[in-house]
């Protein structure tokens, strides 16, 4: 494994605010590479600004579930209303070249022994590893190392230790989670726009393959800002709402 310290960002939900603090942060810690696994838009009140945010920083960036949905790859029945109306809100606003990058983005991402998705390994797209069995079904799926995703905006970690044993842990906030060499990982560093973990602080990853270690990182941001910006957008109330709860 090459050595590098990464900054895993994903599931931003056109929260610029929350962007942000996280890039302001990442930019004081040494990181390598910025990886961001989807979800760039959808639910939030500035997609263009936080694709446009990304472009600038040139970051690898990976399709999400929502980013499909407002280009039209995805159904809109898989959403709940409340997403739904989200997503018809951002295709009427999105920009040309806002479409241009979400239509380039990859399903994957592959260094080394880390694959890098926004779901699942078996579903980039549509999966949510969120028990000890779907992670199971995604360790034998592929033969990763280190698989990082989002989606569920839920931080996490599931461990492999082979013959088909899986247990899963927090991760702590701003403690280094070790990764033994003898064992395989999926790791969640949970979402920067619109966390569901009952924290409403934004959150990321920093992944240090010398020091083979994650780290989850959390970082507090103005949420009344992008309340008010979504209420100005005339998004759902409830969208805004959630923000304050982490939920
Ligand atoms: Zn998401």
Redesign the pocket.
């Known amino acids: 494994m090459c050595q590098m310290r990464y900054a895993v960002i ?2 931003i ?1 056109g929260n610029l605010q929350a962007l942000e603090v996280v890039l302001h942060d990442i930019s004081s810690r040494g990181i390598d590479a910025i990886l961001c696994l ?2 760039v838009v ?2 939030g009140p500035e997609p263009n600004e936080c694709i446009a945010r990304l472009q600038a920083e040139h970051i690898l960036t990976l399709a ?3 980013d499909w949905a407002v280009i039209g790859r995805l159904d809109l029945d898989y959403f709940n209303p409340l997403a739904r109306e989200a997503i018809l809100w951002t295709r009427h606003v999105l920009i040309p070249e806002g479409r241009a990058f979400l239509e380039s983005l990859p399903l994957q991402h592959r260094v080394g022994e880390i694959l890098a998705v ?1 779901g699942s390994p078996r579903n980039p797209i549509h999966e949510y590893v969120l028990d000890g069995n779907t992670a199971l079904a995604n360790f034998l799926f592929c033969d990763f190392q280190i698989c990082l995703v ?4 839920i931080p996490g970690v599931f461990t492999y230790m082979g013959e088909g044993r899986v247990a899963s842990h927090q991760l702590p906030e701003a403690s280094p989670f070790e990764l033994s060499p003898d064992h395989r990982y999926i790791l969640n560093g949970g ?1 920067v726009g ?1 966390p569901r973990d009952g924290d409403p602080r934004a959150a990321y990853l920093i992944l240090d393959t010398a020091l083979r270690s994650a780290t989850l990182i959390r970082l507090d941001y103005p949420v009344r800002e992008t309340q008010q910006k979504m209420l100005k957008a005339g998004l759902p109330w409830p969208l805004a709402e959630r923000l304050v709860y982490g939920l």
């Open positions: 994903s599931d939900h989807g979800d959808g639910y999400g579930n929502h926004h989002g989606h569920s905006h979402s619109q």
